[in-house]
T-cell receptor
Framework: AQTVTQSQPEMSVQEAETVTLSCTYDTSESNYYLFWYKQPPSRQMILVIR??????QNATENRFSVNFQKAAKSFSLKISDSQLGDTAMYFCAFLDRGSTLGRLYFGRGTQLTVWP | ETGVTQTPRHLVMGMTNKKSLKCEQH?????MYWYKQSAKKPLELMFV???????ENNSVPSRFSPECPNSSHLFLHLHTLQPEDSALYLC?????????????FGAGTRLSVL
């Protein structure tokens, strides 16, 4: 079974600063995807970034980037130039490419608050 | 907006009631999912439909009954629920069930069982 662990239940950062959210996962698979989703107070779960395990290059989407360490099974999210609108619950998720079920495994989430 | 719409946004029901949650996607996707989000627990996959066929039932109690009449609509029929079933129920869709396609989520239905 796959497990995803987010060890930081809550984090806060001042506007314009940089913050890093941690995620580790456990799997015996070698071919998989990793995701970061955000869930603002509106409850809409929105994809932030996706990483394919077979790609060594870390994914980047504007102010969001990841540090993917496959051997260590670590997948952290860095948010640069934090904005008030980044306040949300952030979920790390895992998907096994070899599975035909399409099941996403989620961590418990990290509540990020951005202060002015 | 992600193209996935869930109704109602909030629902309060008694344990003897029967109600249904609705999910509609306008993305042309072929796979749809129901997830349960409880406080302080990871999201739990409940059901998966691929091309209108149920392909996964993640040990969900029979008081939850899904229905997928076509690739754009997904329902979750509820009956004789328990207070511990109170949660946020999220619907998602993806182009296909596998291959790492991104799942797009709705805003959920907040369910309270009294």
């Amino acid at each position: 079974a796959q497990t995803v662990t987010q060890s930081q239940p809550e984090m806060s950062v001042q506007e314009a600063e940089t913050v890093t959210l941690s995620c580790t996962y456990d799997t015996s698979e070698s071919n998989y995807y990793l995701f970061w989703y955000k869930q603002p107070p509106s409850r809409q779960m929105i994809l932030v970034i996706r990483q394919e395990a077979y790609k060594q290059q870390n994914a980047t989407e504007n102010r969001f980037s990841v540090n993917f360490q496959k051997a260590a099974k670590s997948f952290s999210l860095k948010i640069s130039d934090s904005q008030l609108g980044d306040t949300a619950m952030y979920f790390c998720a895992f998907l096994d490419r070899g599975s035909t079920l399409g099941r996403l495994y989620f961590g418990r989430g990290t509540q990020l608050t951005v202060w002015p | 907006e992600t193209g996935v719409t869930q109704t109602p946004r909030h629902l309060v029901m008694g344990m003897t009631n029967k109600k249904s949650l609705k999910c509609e996607q306008h993305l042309g996707h072929n796979a749809m999912y129901w997830y349960k989000q409880s406080a302080k627990k990871p999201l739990e996959l409940m059901f998966v439909y691929n091309f209108k066929e149920q392909t996964e039932n993640n040990s969900v109690p029979s008081r939850f009954s899904p229905e997928c009449p076509n690739s754009s609509h997904l329902f979750l029929h509820l009956h004789t629920l328990q207070p511990e079933d109170s949660a946020l129920y999220l619907c998602a869709s993806s182009p296909r069930r596998d291959s790492g396609d991104i799942q797009y989520f709705g805003a959920g239905t907040r369910l309270s069982v009294l």
